[in-house]
């Protein structure tokens, strides 16, 4: 049974930056996809990066691009997201998870943007 940590939200003004980590423990195979979802109040979850633990292929969500990198360190037990030029609408639950979705959902971690 994997286990999925998430760490790092908080509370940023609008143009800063935050780093999420997850931390990822349980058996896991060796070649997979894994990403980083968001849920706002009263919307669906939704993913809005991934990375393929084989090749490092990055795919993002339109309203992330070119703001938001997602990372895994050397021993794929720790997945990262970078955000940069973080906006209001960024404010959401951040919860990592395999694509499509294999675990049970970690507790999220909470970023607010707001000045």
């Known amino acids: 049974q994997v286990q999925l940590v998430e760490s790092g939200g908080g509370l940023v003004q609008p143009g800063g930056s935050l780093r999420l980590s997850c931390a990822v423990s349980?058996?896991?195979?060796?070649?997979?996809?894994m990403g980083w979802y968001r849920q706002a109040p009263g919307k669906q979850r939704e993913l809005v990066a991934t990375?393929?633990?084989?090749?490092?292929?990055?795919n993002y969500a339109d309203s992330v691009k070119g703001r938001f990198t997602i990372l895994t360190n050397n021993a794929k037990d720790i997945l990262l997201l970078q955000m940069n030029s973080l906006k209001p609408e960024d404010t959401a639950a951040y919860y990592c998870?395999?694509?499509?979705?294999?675990?049970?959902w970690g507790q999220g971690t909470q970023v607010t943007v707001s000045s």
């Open positions: 349980g058996t896991i195979f060796s070649i997979y996809t």
């Open positions: 998870n395999f694509v499509p979705p294999k675990s049970s």
């Open positions: 990375i393929t633990t084989t090749g490092g292929t990055r």
